[in-house]
């Protein structure tokens, strides 16, 4: 199966092509921001690389609001363009997929939410946490993602037994490989939408506002 994977939840971005599983073709950019504008090209780019694809795997969150805007709505596009399906994918799915020996640690994938709390993903729960309130884990834990280095810390200084790992972002062959099995049935469906912990920032008002008195 040959299918494009998208990702723009964090601050970086990526886009890559992955064939039977295997990675043929990606861009990677640690953007921070601007992901609106950098994604489309490289979309393009390992498409002209790589050639036609099946299916489209999209990050879904947690996450930045205007990277997973960007990404969805890129993966939509590109999916009706071409007539193949779009497949959501956590970010902790792709990290999971990234560690699959951890000795009998639970994973905890740990994103910044940007509001001095983090996003953490215990077995696809996911809940918003402030650091100094993190929940005690019942045994060893390995921790994942871009807020990884301060939650392992936070949880160490707890007395807990935590191993810190190197995955930070999804990566494109990670987010396709979930996306495959879940459009197999090997996992249950996810809707391509954006995953949302907390409202986003920016709220339409309750009552359009009236017009002024004439």
Do not use: K, N
Not at 50 to 68: C, H, M
Not at 127 to 139: C, F, K, Q, S
Not at 166 to 172: E, F, H, I, K, Y
């Amino acid at each position: 199966m040959r299918i494009l994977a998208l990702d723009a939840a964090l601050a970086a971005c990526s886009a890559g092509v992955v064939v039977d599983d295997v990675l043929r073709a990606s861009r990677r950019a640690d953007a921070g921001r601007g992901h609106a504008s950098l994604l489309p090209p490289m979309a393009s780019a390992v498409l002209e690389e790589a050639g036609a694809v099946d299916l489209i795997a999209v990050t879904v969150g947690p996450g930045g609001f205007t990277g997973l805007r960007a990404a969805l709505s890129l993966a939509h596009g590109i999916g009706l363009g071409l007539g193949v399906p779009v497949i959501g994918v956590t970010v902790g799915e792709a990290l999971a997929d990234a560690l699959p020996r951890l000795g009998g640690r639970a994973l905890w994938v740990a994103i910044d939410s940007r509001r001095d709390r983090v996003f953490l993903d215990r077995e696809g729960s996911v809940e918003a946490w402030a650091l100094p309130a993190l929940p005690r884990p019942d045994g060893p834990v390995a921790v994942a993602g871009d807020a990884a280095s301060a939650v392992a810390a936070a949880l160490a200084a707890c007395g807990a037994d935590v191993m810190l790992t190197d995955a930070r972002g999804p990566l494109p062959r990670h987010v396709a490989v979930v996306a495959r099995r879940r459009y197999q049935g090997e996992l249950p469906p996810l809707a391509a939408q954006p995953l949302y912990v907390d409202p986003p920032e920016t709220r339409l008002p309750a009552q359009p506002p009236r017009p002024p008195p004439g």
